[in-house]
């Protein structure tokens, strides 16, 4: 980039970037270039910010301006990033639908494993939306379902005893829970959790992540139950 650029040239950059962003998700080599381009563009501003101090004093707060314009593209670009990478899970969940209906185990192995990284990669690098955690939880179902085909075993889609239940009243109780932990609350939230039926609480856990908070206490409340139904026996 050119390091002459003027206030207004950095600002036609930022509005260029920024336009970028409108259009579609950007995918990793895309942010990766948007990043680098930013990063110029605010390098040239600090250099012009620094000039403007001892020239002008006033122009200062144009460069603020500048400054927080950039701020809020960076937050852009990780939101296009994630709507991209939902995107594609979203899509390799419709293959996995394909090959489901197919029966085909070799290439249902092949997406399964792509899939599950995407997901866990997603998890561990981004915090989705209620939106995006949907389009994953459907996801985490099919991988049920695809994982029963290829083991032999036996599918038991949840929805059919869901009698009604949906992602939205799923949505609302999470919220309630990871309130209730905020607070640390745990005793008000495994007696909400608790208390769902079994179907709910796989709805419930494909919303997560497997190291999430609320995943373990998923576990610890199926384990406790577990530990009751053993005792009672």
Request: with cysteine; glycine share 2%.
């Amino acid at each position: 980039m050119n390091c002459f650029l003027n206030p207004r040239q950095c600002c036609e950059r930022l509005h260029s970037i920024e336009e970028k962003l409108i259009v579609q998700p950007i995918s990793p080599d895309e942010r990766k270039n948007l990043v680098h381009e930013l990063e110029e563009v605010s390098h040239v501003i600090e250099e012009l910010e620094a000039q403007a101090f001892c020239i002008n004093r006033f122009a200062t707060s144009y460069f603020k301006e500048l400054k927080d314009t950039i701020v809020m593209l960076y937050g852009k670009i990780d939101d296009s990033i994630l709507k991209y990478r939902v995107s594609v899970i979203e899509k390799g969940t419709q293959q996995l639908d394909v090959f489901l209906q197919k029966r085909d185990i070799k290439q249902l192995s092949l997406v399964v494993d792509t899939l599950k990284c995407q997901i866990n990669s997603l998890f561990n690098t981004y915090a989705p939306t209620f939106e995006d955690r949907r389009v994953i939880a459907f996801a985490q179902l099919q991988l049920e379902k695809a994982a029963a085909l290829i083991e032999g075993k036996p599918y038991f889609d949840p929805f059919s005893d869901l009698e009604g239940w949906s992602y939205l009243e799923t949505e609302a109780v999470l919220e309630t829970i990871a309130e209730l932990l905020s607070q640390n609350d745990r005793k008000a939230a495994r007696l909400i959790f608790s208390q769902l039926k079994p179907a709910q609480k796989r709805l419930f856990n494909a919303y997560l992540a497997p190291d999430d908070m609320l995943s373990h206490l998923l576990h610890d409340v199926e384990g406790s139950t577990h530990h009751d139904q053993l005792i009672a026996g």
